[in-house]
């Protein structure tokens, strides 16, 4: 049989499910999955390889109008996700009537590579809404293929990768077979310790922080972590830390145990909290944490 491969990437507002989507075709968790809104920073490459396919999946921000320079580098993430893709999938849920950005729907609705629209989180509607969204997306978007799944649920989500199967160009693989993404073990480091202040903490916190693991030491049945997080303000220190150490400690524990399913290992973790004034909107700081790659 001919190898097929190619790139999927997965688009859509915020919070829609491409992160639970992504992960549900993988079988690993590697975006990030809370309620909050922007979740993913950053785009994600999961690869999944089978005997004669390889699907080079990304995960991208949510669409949002950028508000400072580090909503405006994750909306340039989104933007070349529609330069290299094979298949693209836009990802909408049941309630939702339009993309926050005009610009990114009209290069949906334009576009010359298959589109497959998922309506995700059909468990939470009933036939005649359903129906009601199909023929209203249709309209909206006549050149995709329209797909009704549960991401969450795992509903039709075996389906939809079938249909990108056979929507795949014949190609060698672009990656080792072994392969399961492009991001380091460092990145799945900050982005589950990120998951926990999303979990842990309200109101503006946890998008005034960033994590950058300085020290990822392996050996043959321990990894060592030390990892800094980074917020904006010292007010924002003194609530991550929280009283006594308790809500770092709470974060760290809470990470700790999620790694060591994801590496197999025991996990030996160390916080600290640092303060880098405004780095959200510091160019300088965004190049080095992996933002602004225009």
């Given at each position: ?19 639970t989507l992504m992960n549900a075709f993988i079988g690993e968790k590697l975006s990030i999955i809370t309620s909050k809104a922007q979740t993913t920073r950053h ?169 950058e693991t300085e020290e990822f030491i392996e050996d043959e049945k321990i990894i060592r972590i030390r990892s800094i997080i980074m917020v904006e303000r010292d ?60």
């Open positions: 049989m001919a190898h097929k491969a190619g790139f999927v990437n997965i688009i859509g507002n915020p919070n829609v499910g491409k992160s785009r994600i490459l999961g690869i999944v390889n089978g005997e004669d396919f390889q699907v080079v999946l990304s995960d991208t921000p949510g669409i949002i109008k950028p508000a400072y320079e580090m909503q405006e580098s994750m909306m340039q993430f989104v933007k070349s996700a529609f330069e290299d893709a094979d298949v693209l999938l836009y990802m909408v849920e049941i309630g939702e009537k339009e993309l926050k950005d005009e610009a990114f729907f009209n290069k949906i609705i334009h576009s010359d590579i298959p589109v497959l629209l998922l309506l995700n989180k059909i468990d939470k509607s009933n036939q005649e809404q359903l129906e009601e969204q199909v023929a209203m997306w249709q309209e909206k978007v006549p050149n995709a293929e329209i797909m009704a799944i549960s991401a969450l649920e795992n509903f039709n989500v075996k389906e939809v990768f079938n249909r990108i199967l056979e929507l795949l160009p014949e190609s060698p693989p672009y990656y080792p077979k072994d392969m399961l993404t492009d991001k380091p073990e460092r990145f799945f480091v900050n982005e589950t310790i990120r998951e926990k202040i999303l979990l842990n903490y309200d109101k503006e916190i946890p998008y005034a922080v960033e994590v007010t924002q220190k003194g609530i991550i830390i929280g009283h006594k150490g308790e809500a770092l400690k709470r974060v760290g524990m809470q990470a700790r145990a999620d790694l060591e399913k994801f590496f197999g290992k025991q996990i030996h973790i160390e916080l600290y909290v640092k303060v880098s004034k405004d780095w959200r909107s510091n160019a300088f700081q965004l190049r080095r944490l992996g933002y602004n790659q225009k």
